[in-house]
C-alpha cells in the first residue's frame, strides 16, 4: 500500500535554467565560504567583511550566521552533540543550495567538530567548500569575550561551552587558516582581502567560460 509522504515516492525534479546559467547571469561560481573557529575569534566580523568587499567587487554573497540562524531555522536546537550535529547540518544543505544558485555563501559557525564539517564538505564538489579556520588563542577569545558566555562558563553558569568544557577540532586540511602574526591580529578588511583574493585566484569571481 503506498504512503504519500513515503521517500520512495519522492522524485528529483529538473528544471531548464541550471547552475551554469545562474552562474552566467551573475558572471561569478556560487560556492560555500564555511568560517569555524572559537567563539569571539572574528567570525562574524570577517564574514561581513568578506561580504562587503565582494559587494564592492559587484558580486553576491549571502552571509549564514550561526546565531542568527538559532533565531529562526534552527531555533528548535539546543546545544547538545546531537543537536550541534543536526545545527550544521542543516546550514550545510541551505548553503549548498544557495551555491547552486550561483551565489557565495559565507557560512559563519562555531561548527566545532570535525566530522559534522566534513559531512558539509561532501555536499558540494571539494574545490566547492572554503574552509576559513579563525586560529585564534583561547586566551584571546576569552579576552574579547564579546558576549560574556566565556567568563558564564568559568564560573560553571554555562555547561557544553566549546573550548571550555566541549572540545573544539581544528580542521586539519583548511583552505585558508588565519591567525595572528608576531602576536598582533590582521584588520578585519586585511583578513577579508586575504580570503577574496583566494576566491579571485580559484576563479568564482567570474563564470566558467
Known amino acids: 500500500m503506498s504512503t504519500v509522504g513515503n521517500s520512495t515516492n519522492i522524485f528529483w525534479h529538473e528544471c531548464p535554467v541550471g547552475k551554469a546559467e545562474r552562474q552566467k547571469l551573475l558572471n561569478q561560481q556560487g560556492c560555500v565560504v564555511w568560517i569555524t573557529g572559537l567563539s569571539g575569534s572574528g567570525k562574524s566580523t570577517l564574514a561581513c567583511s ?76 571539494d574545490s566547492n567548500f572554503i574552509e576559513v579556520f579563525m586560529n585564534m588563542p583561547l586566551e584571546l577569545c576569552e579576552e574579547r569575550d564579546p558576549k560574556g558566555l566565556y567568563k558564564l562558563a568559568r564560573a560553571g553558569k554555562l555547561k557544553g561551552f566549546t573550548g571550555i568544557d566541549d572540545p573544539y577540532e581544528s580542521p586539519l586540511n583548511c583552505e585558508i587558516e588565519i591567525q595572528e602574526k608576531e602576536g598582533t591580529c590582521s584588520t578585519p578588511s586585511e583578513m577579508a582581502g586575504q580570503v577574496v583574493c583566494y576566491l579571485e585566484d580559484k576563479g568564482f569571481l567570474e563564470a566558467n567560460k
Not at 550535529?85 to 543550495?97: C, D, F, P, Q, S
Open 50 to 125: 568578506i561580504g562587503r568587499e565582494l559587494h564592492t567587487r559587484g558580486k553576491l554573497s549571502y552571509i549564514l550566521d550561526g546565531d542568527n540562524l538559532r533565531h529562526g531555522l534552527n531555533k528548535n536546537l539546543g546545544f547538545s552533540p546531537d543537536d550541534r550535529t543536526e545545527n550544521i547540518r542543516r546550514v550545510g544543505e541551505v548553503a549548498k543550495l544557495f551555491a547552486d544558485a550561483g551565489i557565495i555563501c559565507i557560512a559563519s559557525l562555531i561548527s566545532p567538530y570535525r566530522k559534522d564539517r566534513d559531512a558539509c564538505r561532501a555536499m558540494l564538489p
